[in-house]
């Protein structure tokens, strides 16, 4: 691997390759060392850079071309699964169960995958990311019991999504659509998916040529955030039902 990808200085603020220099094959691969701090993390997702490896690897960095992303203005839930929201009971809310959240999507089975990547050292970097006001949950329960949820890096107005899971049907979408009726109240006009599939297309994904998606970084993340610190009370407790309607 060291013959073919440039390894990266163990200083935090070390930067990355240019992401036009990332492989072809597997698309995207632009790095790898280094280390998961938050100063390497929130200079990687200002460059349109993340990490993704599996138990075993050194950490590998990444910027896949095209990339996937949600436009939160046309994300919302189609009719069928409207009505159902109309009809339930969940309660969304943001950043009261960060940790949980993602540990549950570390525990989370994927199609055709072994193991998981988000390993401990993902878990902890994350969990560090959110303590610093860079890394957001939005949970949904059923009374208490946390039933799905989704989480991610926001900086500026940009919001780089990084895993969900359902413990219960449907309920990650209700996350998805919520994080997006929220991000909609605040000007915040991109969720990142990172990389396509079948289950994202499903729900609207759209892909963006990897230069388009950079370009659009700058004057994001530049923004003023909506929130300093915790979504929590900015966010209130959203109900699922008000998913079904229009916003």
């Known amino acids: 691997?060291?013959?073919?990808?440039?390894?990266?200085?163990?200083?935090?603020?070390a930067p990355f390759p240019p992401v036009e220099t990332a492989l072809r094959r597997p698309d995207g691969l632009l790095a790898f060392g280094g280390d998961l701090s938050?100063?390497?993390?929130?200079?990687?997702?200002?460059?349109?850079?993340?990490?993704?490896?599996s138990e075993g690897q050194p950490i590998l960095w990444w910027s896949p071309d095209p990339?996937?992303?949600?436009?939160?203005?046309?994300?919302?839930?189609n009719r069928r699964f409207?009505?159902?929201?109309?009809?339930?009971?969940?309660?969304?809310?943001?950043?009261?169960a960060?940790?949980?959240v993602v540990g549950a999507c570390a525990r989370a089975p994927r199609p055709g995958q072994d193991g998981t990547w988000i390993t401990d050292d993902m878990r902890d970097a994350y969990v560090a990311l959110h303590a610093a006001g860079l890394a957001h949950s939005v949970e949904v329960f059923d009374g208490a019991a946390l039933v799905g949820g989704i989480y991610g890096v926001a900086i500026g107005r940009m919001f780089f999504g990084e895993s969900m899971f359902s413990a219960r049907t449907g309920a990650s979408k209700a996350a998805l659509f919520g994080?997006?009726?929220?991000?909609?109240?605040?000007?915040m006009p991109l969720i990142d998916a990172q990389v396509g599939n079948p289950?994202?297309?499903?729900?609207?994904?759209?892909s963006l040529p990897r230069a388009r998606f950079v370009a659009s970084l700058g004057e994001l993340t530049d923004a003023r955030a909506p929130v300093d610190g915790p979504w929590t009370?900015?966010?209130?407790?959203?109900?699922?039902?008000?998913?079904?309607?229009?916003d």
Do not use: C, K
């Open 1 to 13: 691997m060291s013959l073919h990808l440039p390894r990266l200085g163990m200083e935090p603020d």
């Open 67 to 77: 990339r996937t992303v949600f436009e939160t203005a046309a994300l919302r839930p």
């Open 98 to 100: 960060f940790a949980e």
């Open 38 to 53: 938050v100063p390497r993390l929130r200079n990687a997702y200002l460059h349109g850079i993340f990490p993704w490896f």
């Open 82 to 96: 409207a009505r159902s929201l109309r009809g339930s009971a969940w309660t969304l809310r943001a950043d009261t």
């Open 233 to 246: 009370d900015a966010f209130g407790e959203m109900p699922a039902a008000a998913l079904g309607g229009p």
């Open 179 to 187: 994080l997006a009726r929220q991000m909609r109240r605040w000007d």
């Open 199 to 206: 289950h994202l297309a499903s729900l609207g994904a759209d």
